[in-house]
């Protein structure tokens, strides 16, 4: 819609070309008014076009681009992102030839998308390996619903990992407070000391039962790890938890070899422990 301004300036330099004005003279007629702030190119091309014959003072009609036209452009969008879902705005673009804007609102507020990175999983499981995760699930909570708080309190759970000497902290776990005009603190890059220990913890609901040192140079296979169940898991036991017999005991370890091995699980059933079974490449 035209404003009501340009129709009065327009019906202004309309007038004063009916009267034979120059192109400077009707420039100076509408300066002498404080009520247009325009152009002098501005005036000299309306001029020109009622010297051509224009009659009108409105906008001429604009063609638009017609809804069908935006629904046609909206839809090859969703079918380039539902081919590849890592295009960019930018190839988009240049695919479709429209500006990068357009390609950035049609994403955001059409689809109401936004673009992630993917996040890292341990491992990315297959069908047979997402059955076995959901049956140990399930086998969870059935003995839960069963036994109630017994399965839990009864429940030990262990796990391997190195402490190094020196571990040192992260940029984050040295971050402090400053105002704008004081200088950033500095931290020297410094790499975690060659020295490491391998550590084995044991422990239930109700705190840690056991904290193994690996010495330096042995491998945790099956017959250390058998060893340290029978000898220091055992001595723990009677000495934390005497009222708990081995036969009660729910032993939850991960999938490691020296875990799943058939001497390993051959061993605990001769000591007496139940085993729980560990879903595959589980964090938990």
């Known amino acids: 819609m035209t404003s009501v301004d340009n129709v009065e300036l327009r ?25 247009f702030n ?7 091309k309306w001029h020109d076009r009622f010297r051509k014959g224009r009659e009108s003072v409105e906008d001429d009609a604009r063609s638009g681009r017609p809804a069908l036209v935006k629904q046609t452009m909206t839809d090859k969008v969703r079918d380039l992102i539902k081919t590849d879902r890592r295009s960019t705005v930018r190839s988009i673009a240049e695919e479709l030839g429209i500006g ?27 069908d047979e390996e997402q059955v076995k995760r959901l049956k140990c699930s399930e086998e969870f909570l059935r003995r839960y619903r069963k036994e109630g708080e017994r399965f839990l309190d009864h429940i030990v759970t262990l796990d391997e990992t190195w402490f190094w000497h ?20 500095k931290k020297a ?18 705190g840690m039962l056991l904290i193994h040192l690996v010495p330096d140079g042995q491998t945790i296979n099956a017959t250390y790890y058998l060893k340290v169940l029978r000898r220091d898991l055992m001595n723990a036991l009677r000495k934390k938890r005497p009222t708990i017999d081995a036969s009660a005991v729910i032993l ?18 001769v000591i007496g422990f139940q085993r729980l079974s560990h879903p595959p490449y589980s964090p938990d």
């Open 189 to 206: 890059r410094v790499m975690k000391s060659g020295g490491k220990h391998m550590f084995i913890f044991f422990m239930d609901r109700w």
């Open 38 to 44: 325009c152009s002098r190119s501005l005036v000299f």
């Open 252 to 269: 939850h370890h991960d999938n490691a070899p020296a875990h799943r091995a058939q001497s390993t699980e051959l061993e605990i059933d």
């Open 11 to 35: 019906t202004v330099i309309k007038f004063c070309h009916s009267l034979g004005f120059t192109l400077t003279k009707t420039f100076e007629e509408v300066k002498k008014s404080k009520q």
């Open 166 to 185: 020196y571990d040192p902290e992260t940029k984050a776990q040295s971050s402090v407070w400053k105002t704008a005009t004081s200088p950033p603190p």
């Open 100 to 126: 990068t804007s357009t390609v950035y609102r049609i994403l955001t507020e059409d689809f109401k998308m936004r673009k992630v990175s993917a996040r890292w999983v341990p491992k990315l499981l297959s």
